[in-house]
């Protein structure tokens, strides 16, 4: 692995102030490109992040790389799933038609997508025109996920409201109006099964090793201690092998639920730690950004349900 939990603990501390995207990006690009792995790019973009945003937005890119290699390391990528109803199967609108000649045409909405407005790679979620899919006769709209470059003819990007914790990391509404994309920029196999239900436990095991690399660079920083920082140690290692486990197994889903409950006991020993630096812009900023640390909390509880019901079942 490029880059070992051990390093961490010997890699210095100092990282500069980044308040934009444009500040952030460069320095994530060109450690990725170090990192090789995607596992490695989360611990390093998370532990050169200066703030939560940064560390989410690394977690996020790594783990897009980990759902799909081929991405290109050099440009912002996005995942493109909620539209206007919701994000479940039933509910997506946009359509990918087949044109007559060999290309795709894509039309519909996306209304919240994460670095949309730098964006240069978009994986889009969208209904094949007249196809559909599914087991145990619950049928539903066949998904496929495109890859739509940034600058396609006929999209547009338009810049949503800023949250009120994560500001920094900017979202955007998607539109498209008759986007052409070769049929080879449809990637294989089914949307849902194979890219948007696997992204939910990527993306939260991925997420939670960048923002836990994080908090390891302010620990050593501050010289928080000692034993706080061999917990975040050794949760990392969890979740580096976690990271790289099938997404789609129940055994995975069960265990993941343990770790982001052991990274939540961390959290809430680093709200006290923050605590101590009242006055410090890095604690305020902390304190500002802790509601990302429960958004989709439901969602994973649902799923940690589901996971124990398969187990039972096969058991």
């Known amino acids: 692995m490029p880059l070992p939990i051990a390093d961490l603990l010997y890699a210095p501390t100092r990282v500069p102030p980044r308040d934009t995207v444009e500040a952030w990006w460069p320095r994530w690009r060109d450690g990725a490109?170090?990192?090789?792995?995607?596992?490695?790019?989360?611990?390093?973009?998370?532990?050169?992040?200066?703030r939560v945003g940064w560390a989410f937005a690394s977690g996020y890119q790594a783990a897009?790389?980990?759902?799909?290699?081929?991405?290109?390391?050099?440009?912002?990528?996005?995942?493109?799933?909620?539209?206007?109803?919701?994000?479940?199967?039933?509910?997506?609108?946009?359509?990918f038609t087949p044109q007559p000649d060999g290309s795709v045409r894509i039309d519909g909405a996306k209304r919240w997508t994460t670095l949309g407005p730098h964006s240069g790679c978009l994986l889009v979620v969208g209904a094949m025109a007249g196809a559909t899919a599914g087991a145990d006769g619950a049928e539903r709209p066949l998904l496929?996920?495109?890859?739509?470059?940034?600058?396609?003819?006929?999209?547009?990007?338009?810049?949503?409201h800023d949250l009120r914790f994560v500001p920094e990391v900017p979202h955007a509404r998607l539109v498209l109006s008759g986007v052409r994309v070769?049929?080879?920029?449809?990637?294989?196999?089914?949307?849902?099964?194979?890219?948007v239900k696997p992204f939910r436990t990527i993306e939260d095991a991925f997420v939670a090793l960048a923002l836990l690399a994080y908090l390891l660079r302010e620990a050593r920083a501050r010289d928080w201690p000692a034993a706080f920082?061999?917990?975040?140690?050794?949760?990392?290692?969890a979740l580096c092998a976690l990271a790289d486990a099938d997404a789609a197994a129940a055994a995975t889903h069960v265990?993941?639920?343990g770790a982001l409950a052991w990274a939540r006991q961390l959290y809430a020993e680093a709200d006290a730690l923050w605590a101590q630096a009242a006055h410090?812009?890095?604690?305020?900023?902390?304190?500002?950004?802790?509601?990302?640390?429960?958004?989709?909390a439901k969602l994973r509880e649902l799923r940690t349900q589901r996971a124990w019901q398969r187990l039972r079942a096969a058991g």
Not at 183 to 194: C, F, H, P, S, V
Not at 229 to 237: G, I, M, N
Not at 281 to 288: E, P, T
């Open 280 to 296: 410090d812009a890095a604690a305020a900023r902390w304190r500002r950004d802790a509601p990302l640390l429960q958004v989709a």
């Open 64 to 95: 897009l790389r980990r759902l799909h290699p081929a991405l290109p390391a050099a440009v912002v990528a996005a995942l493109c799933v909620t539209e206007e109803a919701s994000n479940r199967p039933r509910d997506i609108a946009t359509r």
């Open 255 to 257: 265990a993941l639920a």
């Open 144 to 160: 496929k996920v495109a890859v739509v470059p940034g600058n396609a003819a006929g999209l547009s990007i338009a810049p949503q």
């Open 33 to 50: 490109a170090r990192a090789g792995t995607p596992v490695a790019m989360a611990l390093r973009g998370g532990f050169d992040a200066d």
């Open 182 to 195: 070769d049929a080879a920029a449809l990637l294989a196999g089914d949307g849902y099964d194979d890219y």
């Open 229 to 237: 920082v061999e917990r975040l140690c050794a949760l990392l290692e």
